[in-house]
């Protein structure tokens, strides 16, 4: 089946610091989307990407899909406390309705 | 802005027990999606329903099963639970725009099995 690695797995860094993390798939998607997640709570929507090459921004985040399609990233501008959490990556292969998720990225984000 | 509303956020059975989980999709939505979320990990999909028809099947065990109603409303019915059960349930929906399949997560509905 389609497995979407993500990394780092995890991050500390101090506030103001720009963050950048990955998703790499085995196989192609059609669409990448990525989701910040606190603890308990359900995964909210970031940004939302549906062409190879596409570079889109939503405030201090900005993510791109790979020209391959097969990978895509997430930058974090000027980090500040409530970028705290853990950021999945999520792929939709073409005619498939359900989203395959990354392993997940938690950062943690020092005053 | 309305979101996906999940209901119960929390729910404590017991071994072979049955249990429901509601989930009421963003108005206008006609996709919903079930997903299981284990402690440390990613959310996997269980199913999902396009216009109260099965759409997507995932890794589902055959203790679950899931309904849409017509008021887009959808249910998941799980039998004889099982520890390994407890997880954390969402639900997502997205709206008739197919091609761009933005699914909006509800907060989870947390399943804890003794």
């Known amino acids: 089946g389609q497995q979407l690695n993500q990394s780092p797995q995890s991050m500390f860094i101090q506030e103001g610091e720009d963050v950048s993390m990955n998703c790499t798939s085995s196989s192609i998607f059609n669409t990448w989307l990525w989701y910040k997640q606190d603890p308990g709570e359900g995964p909210v929507l970031l940004i939302a990407?549906?062409?190879?090459?596409e570079l889109t921004s939503n405030g201090r985040l900005t993510a791109q899909f790979g020209i391959t399609r097969k990978d895509s990233f997430l930058n974090i501008s000027a980090s500040i406390p409530s970028d705290v959490g853990i950021y999945f990556c999520a792929g939709r292969a073409a005619f498939a309705s359900k989203l395959t998720f990354g392993t997940g990225t938690r950062l943690q984000v020092t005053l | 802005a309305a979101g996906v509303i999940q209901s119960p956020r929390h729910l404590i059975k017991e071994k072979r027990e049955t249990a429901t989980l509601k989930c009421y999709p963003i108005p206008r939505h006609d996709t919903v999606y079930w997903y299981q979320q284990g402690p440390g990990q990613d959310p996997q999909f269980l199913i999902s329903f396009y216009e109260k028809m099965q759409s997507d099947k995932g890794s589902i065990p055959d203790r679950f099963s899931a309904q849409q109603f017509s008021d887009y409303h959808s249910e998941l019915n799980m039998s004889s639970l099982e520890l390994g059960d407890s997880a954390l349930y969402f639900c997502?929906?997205?709206?008739?725009?197919?091609?761009?399949?933005?699914?909006?997560f509800g907060p989870g509905t947390r399943l804890t099995v003794l």
């Open positions: 990407l549906y062409k190879a090459g």
């Open positions: 997502a929906s997205s709206s008739p725009k197919w091609i761009y399949n933005e699914q909006f």
